[in-house]
């Protein structure tokens, strides 16, 4: 069957760096996204890998490695703003995506 | 601001009732998606429209009825729902389904509990 694991929560503080990693097991895969979901927020994107290797765009980095099914988000400076749930997806050929359980990020002062 | 509107944005109604919720994109793009996101679960993906033409149903059950009159418009008509499709319903649209078209812009969705 198709799964994408990601931790259901991170706490750090302020100016802080969080990894979230995400592993997945699907057939068909094409990218890796990142989406940033606040609550009751509609969820945005933040980033893409088709390619092995690291993505940056701004505070944020995103990583994959194909042959090992593995990516992670790299939050880096966290501020207050950032607490929000973090969603990895898998995009097939026919770009659908598989979304993952996603990630709680909680701010600390 | 994405681009992606949804009406409305708060809906009750009983098992027995027939309502539509409405999703427009004003970005020009080809593909139109709905989601169902459910509390502590992932986002499913429940149909996909290309050009108008639904290329997905991702088993979701007949009283769920999507309907794309074009590009920028699309609907899902709930009729005899049960009390398990409370949920956010997200709509999202895209460039197109292939290719450089990987990023999803989501509409903020239409709450939905169901009595």
């Known amino acids: 069957g198709q799964s994408l694991e990601q931790p259901s929560e991170v706490t750090a503080v302020e100016g802080a760096i969080v990894q979230i990693n995400c592993t997945y097991q699907?057939?068909?895969?094409?990218?890796l996204s990142w989406y940033q979901q606040h609550d009751g927020g509609a969820p945005t994107f933040l980033s893409y890998n088709a390619l092995d290797g690291l993505e940056e765009t701004g505070r944020f980095s995103s990583f994959l490695s194909r042959s090992d099914s593995y990516g992670y988000l790299l939050l880096q400076e966290l501020q207050m703003k950032d607490s929000a749930s973090y969603f990895c997806a898998v995009r097939d050929s026919w770009g659908k995506l598989q979304f993952g359980a996603g990630t709680q990020v909680v701010v600390t002062p | 601001e994405t681009g992606v509107t949804q009406t409305p944005r708060h809906l009750v109604m009983g098992m027995t009732n027939k309502k539509s919720l409405k999703c427009e994109q004003h970005l020009g793009h080809n593909a139109m998606y709905w989601y169902k996101q459910s509390a502590k679960k992932p986002l499913e993906l429940m149909f996909v429209?290309?050009?108008?033409?639904?290329?997905e149903n991702n088993s979701v059950p007949s009283r769920f009825s999507p309907e794309c009159p074009n590009s920028s418009h699309l609907f899902l008509h709930l009729h005899t729902l049960q009390p398990e499709d409370s949920a956010l319903y997200l709509c999202a649209s895209s460039q197109g389904i292939s290719g450089d078209s990987y990023e999803q812009y989501f509409g903020p969705g239409t709450r939905l509990t169901v009595t």
């Open positions: 429209y290309n050009f108008k033409e639904q290329t």
């Open positions: 699907t057939s068909g895969f094409y990218g």
